[in-house]
Structures are given as structure tokens and as C-alpha cells.
Nanobody
Framework: QVRLVESGGGLVQAGGSLRLSCAASGRFTRINVMGWYRQAPGKQRDLVASITSDGRTNYADSVKGRFTVSMDNRKNMVFLQMNNLKPEDTAVYYC????????????WGQGTQVTVSS
């Protein structure tokens, strides 16, 4: 079982920045991928950004050039630096982790609210 704890959400004005952090703990032998999804009210949960253990990244088109995902492999942490935030970035942001302990399983954090005011 893997536990993900997020931090760093909050309220920011449009054009501002926030940095989200997520720490993974528990029982696993290997983390394959970590990343972030987000879900706005009435909408589905969508991928924001992900990063593999060897550093390959993937971004949603809507955040390319504004958000940067990074990982600290030693600390089993993933970060999301969000710059030039827009009101449409408002959502609950969920950390996720694909980890292996025998089986490979996806795990989710509890979510952190990001609100961008215009």
C-alpha cells in the first residue's frame, strides 16, 4: 500500500504561481510514474502532467510552457510548478503514483484545491 500526501494548493490571482508537492510513502519496490491530475466541478479528472522514474515528462496541451513537473527519486516526491496561472486552472489537483510491490498499482492522493481568481 502506498500513501500520497499533497501540499501547496491555495488561492492565487491570475498570472501568479503555485508549487504543489506530493510525497509517497509505504510499501513498494519501485515507483514507475508520478504525476498530477485535476478535476474541476462538473468535469472529468484529466491528466495535467506526469514524469517517469527516468525523467520522461508528459503534459496536457493546456499547461505546456506554464507548468513544470519534477521528481525527487530519493525522497519519492513529485512537484508541480505552476506559473502564469489562469482562472481555468481552478480545480482539485490529485497526485498519483504508479508503483510496484509484486503487482503494479495506481495510487491517488486526497487532492488539494487550487483556485485562481481573475
Amino acid at each position: 500500500q502506498v500513501r500520497l500526501v499533497e501540499s501547496g494548493g491555495g488561492l492565487v490571482q491570475a498570472g501568479g504561481s503555485l508549487r504543489l508537492s506530493c510525497a509517497a510513502s509505504g510499501r513498494f519496490t519501485r515507483i514507475n510514474v508520478m504525476g498530477w491530475y485535476r478535476q474541476a466541478p462538473g468535469k472529468q479528472r484529466d491528466l495535467v502532467a506526469s514524469i517517469t522514474s527516468d525523467g520522461r515528462t508528459n503534459y496536457a496541451d493546456s499547461v505546456k510552457g506554464r507548468f513544470t513537473v519534477s521528481m525527487d527519486n530519493r525522497k519519492n516526491m513529485v512537484f508541480l510548478q505552476m506559473n502564469n496561472l489562469k482562472p481555468e486552472d481552478t480545480a482539485v489537483y490529485y497526485c498519483y503514483c504508479n508503483a510496484a510491490y509484486g503487482l503494479t498499482v495506481n495510487y491517488w492522493g486526497q487532492g488539494t484545491q487550487v483556485t485562481v481568481s481573475s
